[in-house]
């Protein structure tokens, strides 16, 4: 299958593609035949969760048929995997009785692949009709390029547009939603969710909050963050907080800064030592670098790889430097932990910022997560980097090196983030998602991110 409908459909254009099918259907069950008592078949509302149910239901079966294992072959290569998750903000409903999930799963080596399911049937008999291997490690295989017709077909990486590797230069515009679903509230709950602000690089407009309490704006000082702090309670449990933001963005590249404010950025974080280890690393990867810009692209490279992007195991997406070593492996904020704490030990600051990637080639629906990103300075100025992006389209590593692109939003900086009140578990590692105590101990929230961007309307013909 090389197209298939778009997988972010209004309500109206489904409607209307149903209706169509059905027409056709019609057209052809009387084609030299009366059949005027009859009725077409009734096409069942779907909704995420049947898609949800369909695949998992699929791949728990498959996976008792293969002895413990999902089997699945790629590239000659027989695969024993298990479930990792299931991309939610992918599953979509393509038409009348045609679906579309994409699946992490991992092997037996620790590998983790990114898995395209094509489902047909109604809910609770839903089928697989093509499985294809879309990324191994976060580096994908192919790309998805959606027609003016709202299909979409599968194109080669190599050559693609940048908007198909997720660039969009000079400026972005978009309404960005940020929702929490609150789970069952038994005690005092207290939470501490980001508050974007605008900088040099975006402008931010704070649209709506809408939360089931009264919420108070705390100042984090290091770092120059805003905190939405709400007190919860029992009767909270299940409902929602939500933020909408309008957000223009433009595309960042290196710009001047002080230099005593980037030496504050030397120092240790909680998770990103300063020690002999790291010093001796820094040290074998600069040797011969006769400036910071050099040595840090030395560091950049190293990273590159050392590190492959999994988000599987014990231990990763906390932003530790000593597990990215150790580990080799980890997301966004391990491979940019393990940059800072090597280019801190060869005497370059670096900090670290994160938010949301922003779909490039789409204009509308969910976001997978957020997605954080590094400054070093050298020569007076700030230089953006963003390498795990890098690691997955090596053709744009030389982009990524002193660039960010303007489909993000930047919701917090800084690590170990202080404020009052604050968490009982201490300092803030990073904020993105929502932290969320409950009685003091630490649980975990529901959190979605969405979007849709501002485009200009096509004129007549």
């Known amino acids: ?41 009734p096409v069942p509302h779907v909704v995420t969760a049947d898609i949800q149910a369909g695949i998992e239901d699929y791949i728990e079966q498959r996976i008792q048929e293969g002895g413990g294992y999902f089997r699945l072959s790629s590239d000659d ?28 799963l991992v092997d037996t080596l620790g590998d983790v692949y990114d898995v395209d399911f094509f ?99 705390l100042d984090e000082l290091e770092h120059g963050n805003k905190i939405l702090f709400l007190e919860l309670g029992p009767e909270d449990s299940g409902r929602h907080v939500e933020i909408r933001y309008h957000v223009r963005r433009r595309e960042t590249a290196s710009y001047a800064a002080d230099e005593h404010e980037a030496a504050r950025y030397l120092a240790a974080d909680d998770l990103v030592p300063i020690n002999e280890n790291f010093r001796t690393v820094a040290q074998e990867v600069t040797a011969g670098k006769k400036t910071n810009i050099r040595r840090a692209r030395a560091i950049y490279d190293h ?89 997955k389209y090596t053709d744009l590593s030389t982009y990524y090196f002193g660039h960010h692109p303007a489909n993000r939003l930047e919701l917090s900086r800084g690590r170990d983030l202080v404020v009052e009140p604050g968490p009982a578990s201490g300092p803030i590692n990073f904020l993105a998602y929502p932290v969320l105590e409950i009685d003091g101990l630490p649980v975990k929230a529901d959190v979605q991110f969405s979007f849709t961007r501002e485009v200009a309307e096509e004129s007549g013909s």
């Open 303 to 391: 990273v590159i790889d050392h590190i492959s992007y999994m988000k599987y195991g014990d231990g990763w997406g906390q932003g530790d430097a000593v597990y990215a070593c150790t580990a080799r492996s980890g997301n966004c904020t391990d491979f940019h932990a393990y940059f800072i704490g090597v280019a801190r030990a060869a005497g370059i600051p670096a900090r670290f910022a994160i938010g949301a990637a922003i779909p490039s080639n789409r204009n509308d629906g969910g976001v997978d997560g957020y997605h954080c990103w590094v400054e070093f300075y050298a020569d007076g100025k700030w230089w953006p980097v963003d390498i795990s992006e890098a690691n």
């Open 119 to 217: 489902l047909a049937g109604d809910p609770g008999e839903m089928t697989v009709t093509e499985t294809t291997v879309h990324k191994l490690n976060g580096v994908p295989s192919y790309l998805w390029e959606q027609k003016k017709d709202r299909t979409w077909h599968r194109v080669p990486v190599e050559d693609a547009a940048e908007y198909l590797l997720g660039i969009i230069r000079g400026e972005d515009e978009f309404e960005f939603r940020y929702r929490v679903t609150l789970p069952e509230i038994t005690g005092t709950a207290h939470m501490w969710l980001p508050l974007a602000t605008t900088d040099s690089f975006q402008t931010i407009d704070v649209t709506n909050i809408s939360a089931p309490t009264e919420p108070r704006v």
């Open 1 to 41: 299958m090389n197209a298939f409908i778009g997988r972010w459909l209004t309500p109206r254009r489904l409607c209307g593609a149903m209706l169509a099918c059905a027409g056709l259907t019609g057209c052809l069950e009387n084609s030299g035949h009366e059949q005027a008592d009859a009725e077409p078949t």
């Open 77 to 104: 290569r027989n695969l024993s995997l298990r479930l990792v998750r299931v991309h939610m903000e992918y599953l979509a409903n393509l038409g009348p009785r045609r679906h579309f999930a994409c699946v992490d």
